[in-house]
C-alpha cells in the first residue's frame, strides 16, 4: 500500500527541487560570466599588442620641421577663438 502524500510532503519536494534548479542556474551563469570575461580578456590583449606594435613603428616624437606660428598652445577657448580670428585676418590660417 501507498502512503498518501500530504501537503508537507509536497512542499518538502519543491524546496529540494527548487535549491537544485538555483543551484544549476548559478553554475550555468558563473560559466557564462566567465565565458564572457575570457573573450574579453583576449581582446584587451590583442588590443594591448596592437598598441605596442604601433608605439615601435612610430615612436612619439616632436615635429621640429613645424613652423612656429603653426603651433597651438593651450588656452582658454574664448582666447582661442580670439586667436584663430586674428591669424584668419592676417592670413595665417
Same mark, same amino acid.
Given at each position: 500500500m501507498e502512503r498518501p502524500r500530504t501537503l508537507g510532503s509536497y512542499l518538502r519536494a519543491? #524546496?529540494?527541487?527548487?535549491?537544485?534548479?538555483?543551484?544549476?542556474? $548559478?553554475?550555468? $551563469?558563473? $560559466? #557564462?560570466?566567465?565565458?564572457?570575461?575570457w573573450r574579453l580578456y583576449t581582446r584587451v590583449q590583442a588590443l594591448r599588442e596592437d598598441v605596442r606594435a604601433i608605439e615601435t613603428i #612610430?615612436? $612619439?616624437k616632436p615635429d621640429t620641421a613645424m613652423p612656429s606660428h603653426c603651433e597651438l598652445k593651450l588656452r582658454p577657448s574664448s582666447l582661442s577663438r580670439g586667436d584663430s580670428a586674428g591669424c584668419r585676418s592676417t592670413g595665417r590660417i
Open positions: 519543491l #524546496a529540494l527541487y527548487r535549491g537544485r534548479l538555483l543551484a544549476i542556474t $548559478a553554475l550555468v $551563469a558563473l $560559466a #557564462a560570466l566567465g565565458f564572457k570575461g #612610430a615612436p $612619439a
